[in-house]
């Protein structure tokens, strides 16, 4: 049974940063890309991150410069650093395979206040 479970988001200023995780279990983990998305409210889901199995990785342009993927292939984890968090970054968060192939989890709220 796949399983993905985001946790670390919150309230936080703009400017700030948070760090979110990702435990994922039930599929081979270290086989393939892993991302993170968000959808905001009124908005579809998006891509924001993407890390492949060998560690490369790419970015929204919204993003690029103020978020860093990475992954732990022992601890079947990925994570996000967002730092300079704007406004416009809130969403809740999900992570999920490159492309999509396993159902959403609960995500995580990203809040920032202005």
């Known amino acids: 049974q796949v399983q993905l479970v985001e946790s670390g988001g919150g309230l936080v200023q703009a400017g700030g940063s948070l760090r979110l995780s990702c435990a994922a279990s039930g599929f081979g983990f270290s086989n393939g890309a892993m991302g993170w998305y968000r959808q905001a409210p009124g908005n579809k889901r998006e891509l924001v991150a993407g890390?492949?199995?060998?560690?490369?990785?790419n970015y929204a342009d919204s993003v690029k410069g103020r978020f860093t993927i990475s992954r732990d292939n022992a601890k079947n984890s990925v994570s996000l650093q967002m730092n300079s968090l704007k406004p416009e970054d809130a969403a809740v968060y999900y992570c999920?395979?490159?492309?999509?192939?396993?159902?959403w989890g609960q995500g995580t709220q990203v809040t920032i206040s202005s």
């Open positions: 890390i492949s199995s060998g560690g490369n990785t």
């Open positions: 999920n395979t490159v492309p999509v192939r396993y159902g």
